[in-house]
């Protein structure tokens, strides 16, 4: 079953296997991530100064709202979808250090064509995933569970529940840090499962293989493959 990680923001994420990445995202996923109060940019920088678990508490109730009263992101409208990852998502995600926490050491001797390509693919990666999750989300709500973190801490995890009508609740984890532009996710957790720990083995064993092109081009088959499958079912 496909499952959903960021991305970026992930409330609805559907149920997975240990072994199968969760988002995006699926954005991710977050999962990539999360989305502004009221669905606003300016509302999304407000957002992000708040304490970690307010912030993850409010826009996960929000994007589950938006998600609930938009029948074309419910049917995995793709453009529909980027354009709300766009304005919602990546205003409060940490993209950058995401995709260079997953690549791991070969980020840093990526040329910046290819850092550039390697995030593009990455996130299309899990815009995709989180397309398919996105018919998981009615009977859907979040819990977030009591901080475990010092007022004083720059790098935190904020713990959630997944709770679905007349199913096990999910474990879904995001982890922040703070930075000058206030609190940033760079990576969650569903069932346990990381997201950047997870990517980092199958990109590691790719770019051993083929290196940081053929990660790049077997990123985008795969995306090609996953787009396909989504056109079809909509059809």
């Known amino acids: 079953m ?9 409330p609805f994420v559907a149920p997975v296997h240990r072994q199968r990445p969760p988002l ?4 991710l996923a977050l999962v990539f991530a999360a989305i502004a ?7 999304a920088h407000a957002n992000n ?4 678990d307010e912030l993850i508490r409010g826009v996960t109730q929000e994007i589950l709202d938006s998600i ?9 409208n793709l453009a529909r979808l980027n354009d709300m990852v766009d304005q919602r998502v990546m205003p409060i995600v940490d993209f950058g250090k995401m995709t260079a926490l997953t690549v791991g050491i070969h980020w840093r001797r990526a040329t910046p064509e290819q850092q550039e390509g390697l995030m593009k693919a990455f996130r299309e990666l899990l815009l995709l995933t989180y397309a398919d ?26 713990r959630t ?17 703070k930075t000058a532009a206030g609190w940033k996710i760079y990576d969650f957790n569903v069932l346990g499962l990381w997201l950047v720990d997870h990517y980092r ?12 092109d053929g990660l790049i081009t077997a990123l985008e088959s795969k995306n090609a493959g996953i787009r396909k499958s989504l056109q079809a079912r909509a059809s």
């Open 201 to 212: 083995a199958q990109f590691a064993q790719l770019i051993g293989s083929k290196g940081v």
């Open 49 to 52: 100064n708040r304490p970690p």
């Open 24 to 27: 995006a995202s699926g954005l």
């Open 2 to 10: 496909n499952t959903c990680s960021s991305s970026l923001l992930a």
């Open 37 to 43: 109060s009221l669905g606003l940019l300016s509302g």
């Open 133 to 158: 999750a996105l018919r998981q989300v009615q009977d859907t709500s979040v819990q977030v569970r009591p901080a475990r973190y010092a007022p004083e801490d720059t790098d935190v995890v904020v």
């Open 68 to 76: 609930k009263a938009d029948r074309s992101l419910q049917r995995g």
């Open 161 to 177: 529940l997944v709770v679905r009508a007349g199913k096990e609740p999910i474990q879904l984890d995001y982890r922040l840090h």
